[in-house]
């Protein structure tokens, strides 16, 4: 065994000092021996067949090494906890998530949830450690298990939006699976994610008041004195702002108010929505939006949605009902 020790605390070493039972009686480790070493307190068991070589709380890379270990040969980190790594989303307190091939059988522990698939090897990303699906293959883990639509579609959204990956990539990783929840409108915010939707309340812009109601289309993400307007009616000198957070720390307000400013000052108009907004009454912004545009050289008309009940839109640009 001594001869092999060296070998055994490297291996332990590049597991956040985790290792199986396997991998230790390779190294030269009896059971006895590892039997002792927790008896003693000098190691601890984390699950069956998995130790930690040493004592005291888990460390995060420790509980991952751990939850690989036990879940078996080709285990991947998967869903949020891939997500977490690949800085899609911050870290915090939960389950570690795996997907193993559907065919092992896994008894639950607390602490780790367990996904089946056909093929995690497929899903895996080429060269990080520790083994973990591609950031392609976590945004569609987490699409389809969102609980809502808007929940679904901001996963690929921010993904582009975080320039971790791009709506191409995403696309081609769909057309790998089968049945999916969810395709037609994940391949549509897609598409909005390629022209600069960058957040939900950015894409339900651009679906449910812009293009539900006939507007023109805006530039996405167009830098303009050191920073992006969300949309941007370049031609007509109107600037949308959309705003999805609950409130607005004092550097928040006063870049905000810089932005607002300058646009006023160069001439152009700035209309600023949150989300309560776009989503609870899109035909009122598009009819708010619309006036702007339509004040500032637009000839077009907006159009009428399958929503738009209130007649607001049709009264005040004289536009046609919709057919039914």
Same mark, same amino acid.
């Given at each position: 065994?001594? =001869?092999?020790?060296? !070998?055994?605390?490297?291996?332990?070493?590049?597991?956040?000092?985790?290792?199986?039972?396997?991998?230790?009686?390779?190294?030269?480790?009896?059971?006895?021996?590892?039997?002792?070493?927790?008896?003693?307190?000098?190691?601890?068991? *984390?699950?069956?067949?998995?130790?930690?070589?040493?004592?005291?709380?888990?460390?995060?890379?420790?509980?991952?090494?751990?939850?690989?270990?036990? #879940?078996?040969?080709?285990?991947?980190?998967? =869903?949020?906890?891939?997500?977490?790594?690949?800085?899609? *989303?911050?870290?915090?307190?939960?389950?570690?998530?795996?997907?193993?091939?559907?065919?092992?059988?896994?008894?639950?522990?607390?602490?780790?949830? !367990?996904?089946?698939? !056909?093929?995690?090897?497929?899903?895996? =990303?080429?060269?990080?450690?520790?083994?973990?699906?591609?950031?392609?293959?976590?945004?569609?883990?987490?699409?389809?298990?969102?609980?809502?639509?808007?929940?679904?579609?901001?996963?690929?959204?921010?993904?582009?939006?975080?320039?971790?990956?791009?709506?191409?990539?995403? #696309?081609?990783?769909?057309?790998?699976?089968?049945?999916?929840?969810?395709?037609?409108?994940?391949?549509?915010?897609?598409?909005?994610?390629?022209?600069?939707?960058?957040? !939900?309340?950015?894409?339900?812009?651009?679906?449910?008041?812009?293009?539900?109601?006939?507007?023109?289309?805006?530039?996405? /993400? /167009?830098?303009?004195?050191?920073?992006?307007?969300?949309?941007?009616?370049?031609?007509?000198?109107?600037?949308?702002?959309?705003?999805?957070?609950?409130?607005?720390?004092?550097?928040?307000?006063?870049?905000?108010?810089?932005?607002?400013?300058?646009?006023?000052?160069?001439?152009?108009?700035?209309?600023?929505?949150?989300?309560?907004?776009?989503?609870?009454?899109?035909?009122?912004?598009?009819?708010? *939006?619309?006036?702007?545009?339509?004040?500032?050289?637009?000839?077009? #008309?907006?159009?009428?949605?399958?929503?738009?009940?209130?007649?607001?839109?049709?009264?005040?640009?004289?536009?046609?009902?919709?057919?039914?």
């Amino acid at each position: 065994m001594r =001869h092999r020790a060296p !070998v055994f605390f490297e291996v332990a070493r590049t597991q956040a000092g985790v290792v199986s039972r396997a991998q230790a009686r390779r190294c030269g480790i009896t059971d006895s021996r590892i039997a002792a070493q927790i008896r003693s307190g000098r190691w601890q068991r *984390v699950f069956p067949g998995v130790i930690a070589t040493f004592t005291g709380a888990m460390s995060w890379p420790a509980r991952l090494w751990a939850a690989l270990l036990y #879940a078996g040969t080709g285990a991947v980190l998967s =869903h949020r906890t891939a997500a977490e790594l690949h800085g899609l *989303v911050n870290q915090r307190p939960g389950p570690v998530h795996v997907s193993v091939p559907h065919t092992r059988r896994i008894v639950g522990r607390e602490g780790l949830v !367990v996904h089946r698939v !056909v093929d995690p090897h497929r899903l895996r =990303h080429s060269a990080r450690m520790p083994p973990r699906t591609c950031v392609e293959e976590t945004v569609l883990d987490l699409a389809v298990s969102g609980r809502s639509l808007d929940e679904a579609v901001a996963w690929p959204l921010t993904a582009v939006g975080s320039r971790l990956t791009t709506a191409g990539r995403i #696309a081609d990783a769909m057309q790998t699976r089968g049945r999916m929840r969810w395709r037609r409108d994940l391949t549509a915010a897609l598409a909005d994610a390629a022209a600069g939707c960058h957040s !939900v309340l950015e894409y339900r812009y651009r679906r449910f008041v812009e293009r539900a109601h006939g507007l023109p289309d805006g530039v996405r /993400q /167009q830098r303009r004195d050191g920073w992006y307007d969300d949309v941007s009616y370049t031609e007509f000198g109107v600037h949308v702002e959309l705003d999805g957070r609950l409130g607005h720390a004092d550097g928040g307000r006063f870049r905000d108010h810089r932005r607002d400013n300058a646009a006023v000052v160069s001439g152009g108009r700035v209309l600023r929505y949150g989300y309560a907004d776009v989503v609870s009454r899109p035909c009122a912004v598009a009819e708010e *939006v619309a006036g702007v545009l339509a004040a500032s050289g637009w000839a077009g #008309a907006p159009a009428l949605c399958p929503e738009c009940s209130n007649g607001e839109i049709r009264a005040r640009h004289h536009v046609d009902e919709p057919p039914r």
